[in-house]
């Protein structure tokens, strides 16, 4: 089993810079993606970005690629999403997410709010 928890959301204006940090405990050492989601009021979920738990392999959805940057320090077991230049469009619920494989999540944290401003 793997918790879950997110910190670092808020209230921000458009243009603002915030962290996130999701801190994993458990049978971390068996994971091999750690992914942040967010879900925006009436929205589906979507993926906002993953890095492999080893490093080395990074993606993010289209929309907040040059604006957000995933990094984790394993020391820590500890993941984070920098996201600059947030838009109002970007008001959502973030999810942190872990797995055992590509793309494929086994565990969820209660999620953050982000609010941004215009």
């Known amino acids: 089993q793997v918790q879950l928890v997110e910190s670092g959301g808020g209230l921000v204006q458009t243009g603002d810079s915030l962290t996130l940090s999701c801190a994993a405990s458990?049978?971390?050492?068996?994971?091999?993606?750690m992914g942040w989601f967010r879900q925006a009021p009436g929205k589906e979920r979507e993926v906002v970005a993953g890095i492999r738990w080893s490093g080395g392999f990074t993606y993010y959805a289209d929309s907040v690629k040059d604006r957000f940057t995933v990094s984790r320090d394993n020391a820590k077991n500890t993941v984070y999403l920098q996201q600059n230049s947030l838009k109002p469009e970007g008001t959502a619920v973030y999810y942190c997410?872990?797995?055992?494989?590509?793309?494929?999540?086994?565990?969820w944290g209660q999620g953050t709010q982000v609010t941004v401003s215009s």
């Open positions: 458990g049978q971390t050492f068996s994971l091999y993606v």
């Open positions: 997410a872990a797995g055992y494989s590509a793309y494929n999540y086994n565990y």
